[in-house]
Nanobody, 127 residues
Framework: QVHLLEFGGGLVRAGDSLRLACTLSGRPFSVYSMAWFRQAPGQERSFVSAISWNGGDKNYADSVKGRFIISRDNAKNALYLQMSSMEPKDKAVYYC????????????????????WGQGTQVTVSS
């Protein structure tokens, strides 16, 4: 069974930076494409960014392009999301997801049941 665990959420001010991390256990991390999604209060979960199994392919939502960077360290079984120039609209619960056989672009529209999900970490941005 695959388990995902997110770290690094917290309260920051607008303009600040924050780095989220996600670890995967139970299966080899390096075979999974990985992604970050977020869910703001009263809204549906939305795609943030994805990365292919080897890190060679990345994809970003327009709302975070140029501000967020996704990366992974397969040796550490870890996924990261470096968030910069944060805005109040970035406030959400951030979830990491893992899936087999999907490109980074395909991860944008992955169905919930096709992958594994963490429990989420809260990110709050004050203005």
């Amino acid at each position: 069974q695959v388990h995902l665990l997110e770290f690094g959420g917290g309260l920051v001010r607008a303009g600040d930076s924050l780095r989220l991390a996600c670890t995967l256990s139970g299966r080899p991390f390096s075979v999974y494409s990985m992604a970050w999604f977020r869910q703001a209060p009263g809204q549906e979960r939305s795609f943030v960014s994805a990365i292919s199994w080897n890190g060679g392919d990345k994809n970003y939502a327009d709302s975070v392009k140029g501000r967020f960077i996704i990366s992974r360290d397969n040796a550490k079984n870890a996924l990261y999301l470096q968030m910069s120039s944060m805005e109040p609209k970035d406030k959400a619960v951030y979830y990491c997801a893992a899936a087999l056989g999907l490109t980074a672009k395909a991860m944008r529209d992955m169905a919930y049941e096709t992958g594994y999900w963490g429990q989420g970490t809260q990110v709050t941005v004050s203005s």
